[in-house]
């Protein structure tokens, strides 16, 4: 009995350092590269489940930019992202990753987030959920 007690605190004990750690490495700032997209609209709703899932895993991060790759006008490759803006709660598309975003977004919460992922949605499903507009 002494031995599964002394198990079971240590497996606890591990756990809480696991999710301490987990919970204090995550960055200021977040960039996850999710790949190639032939289209802007699937790199988008590519993107938008990797954003619920950062969110989830690092909920103290400031920004979160989710890239994909596709084809410009041109057919070279172009960086596109999806941003959200912890501190504004604002979603937004960027259509050259690192330059800002490229329209007016909408201001979401993390539900909101979560639920455009569960859908497959993209930004504009996130108009629904939008409070600057009501």
Not at 99 to 110: F, K, P
């Amino acid at each position: 009995m002494t031995k599964i007690a002394l198990i079971g605190i240590i497996l606890m004990i591990s756990a809480l350092l696991l999710g301490w750690v987990t919970f204090f490495r995550c960055p200021t700032e977040m960039s996850v590269n999710i790949g190639w997209f032939d289209t802007a609209d699937a790199g988008m709703r590519a993107s938008i489940p990797e954003l619920a899932s950062a969110v989830q895993r690092c909920p103290k991060t400031e920004l979160y930019r989710i890239i994909w790759i596709g084809p410009g006008e041109n057919g070279e490759p172009l960086q596109r992202s999806t941003l959200y803006y912890r501190k504004s709660s604002a979603v937004a598309y960027e259509q050259d990753a690192f330059s800002g975003a490229s329209e007016r977004g909408y201001i979401v919460d993390d539900a909101a987030i979560q639920a455009v992922a569960n859908k497959g949605g993209t930004l504009s499903d996130f108009a629904g959920y939008d409070k600057s507009r009501k």
